[in-house]
């Protein structure tokens, strides 16, 4: 059995993956660990890039060429099937092509896995100007999802940072762990397919959460993040965000009890307003996700995996409630006076429901 099994999902990915397999080399113990690649049909030179720089490369390097692009949450569980079925490890990480692992990276990731308790562990990622791209994911009660503290200084963040979620950029967890988890929530593999881009890390903490196991951020464990999310436009035809909002009511519907659901439609009904009303270019686009969400969890896949998860959950909603936030506040997006009302707002608001929800 390896020590730590590395997967790394790629999709155009050829200006990144080499330095992050050069780091790889540099830093992992090469006897006690296999890297496993799986690419998702890229049309770029990624394939090309990684045979270039394998020869030289002293790691056990699996490459997987999938001939569609299947999606970053079944490209990962793809692999993990593999290494479950053929190389079993004791540590699985995960590993964005556009990171780079710096020296002791994984070392702080396997010890903060020796806590029976901890259900995933999660580095620091850092931007390539050495500021905080993330210290673990926010999650607001509404369902958005965002990183922690960044454009921060790293020597200035808290000794134990809270966080909801780990990073899937640079994510740790103990197969063995992962497995009674799923036992438990009737579910399999890593992530959760359908959602195919985006929230796969909010989801897989959020199940973490409601087994009864913490999510955790090793501090000392550091990765360069070359994230470029809030530095692009969003595409013409609005694909990134019709996945991020689809998959934050998806992952609403599937893990909050009915009865949590229903004191939230008030806010829920307000969030919708206040997004037709300021990115109403983006409008249409919502007619769409809703058809898209309504058909979604009426499949009887979507209501088994709800059926499965209520029923083997141990921790109820009023815990998950208390480690969410009511704060909108991003180091990345501007935060004007009418942004700092509207926070105050959520923020007293989520802590009325803090105290409603009982069960």
Not at 51 to 57: E, F, G, I, S
Not at 248 to 255: E, G, H, I, K, T
Not at 295 to 315: H, L, N, Y
Not at 318 to 327: C, F, K, V, Y
Request: a positive charge; one cysteine or more; hydrophobic letters at 45%.
């Amino acid at each position: 059995m390896k020590k730590l099994g590395i997967i790394i999902v790629t999709y155009q990915s050829e200006r990144h993956i080499g330095p992050l397999l050069r780091s790889l080399e540099a830093t992992v113990d090469r006897a006690q660990t296999v890297v496993v690649i799986w690419d998702n049909a890229s049309s770029d030179g990624t394939l090309a890039a990684i045979a270039k720089v394998r020869p030289t490369l002293e790691l056990d390097l699996r490459v997987l060429p999938n001939r569609e692009n299947a999606g970053f949450m079944r490209g990962n569980n793809a692999v993990y099937t593999v290494l479950q079925n053929e190389m079993p490890c004791e540590v699985i990480a995960l590993l964005n092509p556009d990171t780079v692992a710096h020296q002791g990276w994984w070392q702080p990731l396997v010890a903060a896995l020796e806590n029976p308790r901890v259900g995933t562990a999660a580095s620091l990622l850092l931007l390539p100007d050495g500021t905080v791209n993330s210290c673990g994911n926010a999650l607001h009660f509404l369902g958005f999802g965002f990183v922690q503290n960044y454009g921060e200084m790293a020597a200035q963040l808290p000794e134990h940072p809270a966080l909801f979620s780990g990073s899937g950029a640079a994510l740790a967890f103990r197969p063995a762990t992962l497995e009674a988890m799923n036992a438990q929530l009737g579910l399999t593999g890593i992530f959760w397919e359908d959602l195919f881009l985006y929230a796969d890390d909010t989801d897989l903490g959020w199940r973490v959460r409601m087994a009864g196991l913490d999510n955790v951020l090793a501090l000392e464990s550091r990765v360069t993040h070359d994230h470029r999310f809030w530095r692009q436009p969003m595409d013409a035809g609005g694909e990134r965000l019709f996945y991020l909002e689809r998959n934050r009511y998806l992952l609403l519907l599937a893990n909050l009890k009915t009865a949590t659901r229903v004191l939230l439609a008030p806010w829920i009904l307000a969030s919708e307003i206040a997004l037709g009303l300021r990115i109403w270019k983006l409008y249409p686009r919502r007619i769409h996700l809703w058809r898209a969400i309504l058909t979604e969890s009426r499949t009887p896949a979507f209501r088994a995996r709800r059926k499965k998860i209520q029923a083997g959950r141990t921790v109820p909603d009023r815990d998950i409630l208390r480690a969410m936030t009511g704060s909108i506040r991003h180091g990345a997006i501007p935060f004007g006076a009418w942004d700092a009302v509207l926070d105050a707002a959520l923020r007293w608001s989520h802590a009325l429901l803090c105290l409603l929800v009982r069960w």
